[in-house]
């Protein structure tokens, strides 16, 4: 089958049919709005993996160096950044669309 140039994109399936209602700010500031919620949620995970991976090497440093002591706060402050990590992942989630 040959092709001329004056064929509309559309109809061939190159580019994507949207509804006329995509292109509507009200939509764009929906999609961008849950886009990021869940930017917001990755930084704030990784913030989280950051801190826990600081608190791991304390927590070795620590326990190699024999001071015992501190690894009862170490082991707690570990497990807080555990809890509220899962919450993140589990519960904080974008609102469901409107229709």
């Given at each position: 089958m040959e092709r001329n140039g004056s064929?509309?994109?559309?109809?061939i399936g190159?580019?994507?049919?949207?509804?006329?209602?995509?292109?509507?700010?009200?939509?764009?500031v929906l999609t961008g709005g849950r886009t990021?919620?869940?930017q917001a949620r990755l930084v704030l995970l990784v913030m989280i993996n950051i801190a826990?991976?600081?608190?791991?090497?304390?927590?070795?440093?620590?326990?190699?160096?024999g001071e015992y002591k501190q690894l009862v706060p170490l082991v707690i402050a570990s497990?807080?950044?555990?809890?509220?990590?899962?919450?993140?992942f589990l519960w904080w989630k974008p609102a469901e669309k409107r229709r």
């Open positions: 064929e509309n994109l559309n109809e190159v580019m994507p049919r949207q509804s006329p209602r995509a292109d509507s700010p009200r939509r764009r990021a919620v869940w826990q991976l600081w608190i791991l090497s304390a927590t070795i440093e620590a326990a190699l160096a497990g807080v950044c555990w809890v509220i990590a899962l919450t993140i």
